[in-house]
């Protein structure tokens, strides 16, 4: 699960803010929706942790809005100095009283003490999990892999049929494809030659 800290409301200027939002960060009386405008980036997110389900957002110790992550996109961001960054918004659903993960966290201490990082993560019992397809017999939770066992899970089925050219092959014959080359006794101009 992603764990935000949120700073107390800030004002931002529209017309250079990435969102072109005139505020960020938490203020007493929000809505969940105004929170979720007004924080739902730009967060540097770790590439491993893109897959994650839920987003909890929390301002001094407790924890306010929990998100179900639908996407999450990346933005370049220009910063002072017209430095380019990569960004994190996260789109998703705010989860409201009723939902598991909402009755666990919102409203009540965070899960997590005081950090530097705005931006951490941490194994909720909450999350779902499943048995990686790649096969490895691990957990993870929101992707169908861990990271790097689409790869392992790929290649293995590569090895299976030989070099990745016969793969190629075996795959464009199984799917109908029209072949990117033809094998050179087929090739007509060849033939001619004999
Ligand atoms: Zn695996």
């Known amino acids: 699960m992603i764990f ?3 700073s107390a409301e800030q004002a931002r200027d529209p017309e250079t803010e990435a969102l072109g939002r005139d505020h960020v960060g938490y ?3 929000m809505t969940p929706a105004e929170m979720y405008h007004a924080n739902h980036g730009t967060w540097v ?3 491993n942790r893109r897959h994650e389900r839920y987003v909890l957002f929390a301002f001094r110790g407790e924890v306010k809005l929990a998100v179900e992550i639908q996407r999450i996109e990346t933005i370049i961001v220009r910063s002072e100095g017209d430095t380019r960054d990569d960004r994190c918004v996260i789109h998703g659903r705010i989860l ?3 939902h598991r993960v909402h009755d666990a966290y919102v409203g009540r201490p965070s899960p997590l ?4 990082n705005p931006v951490r993560y941490f194994d909720s019992p909450l999350d779902e999990t499943h048995a990686c397809r790649c ?3 691990q957990q993870v939770a929101g992707a169908d892999f861990l990271i790097g066992h689409d790869h392992t ?3 293995d089925r590569v090895r299976q049929i030989g070099t990745v050219a016969d793969f190629l092959d075996w795959f464009d014959i199984v799917r109908g494809n029209r072949p990117v080359h033809e094998p050179a006794d087929l090739n007509p101009s060849a033939s001619t030659l004999r």
């Open 27 to 29: 203020r007493e009386g």
């Open 96 to 98: 409201e009283p009723g």
């Open 153 to 155: 899970a790929l290649h």
């Open 113 to 116: 003490g005081a950090g530097r």
């Open 135 to 137: 096969g490895c017999g």
């Open 4 to 6: 935000i800290t949120l």
């Open 45 to 47: 997110i770790g590439r």
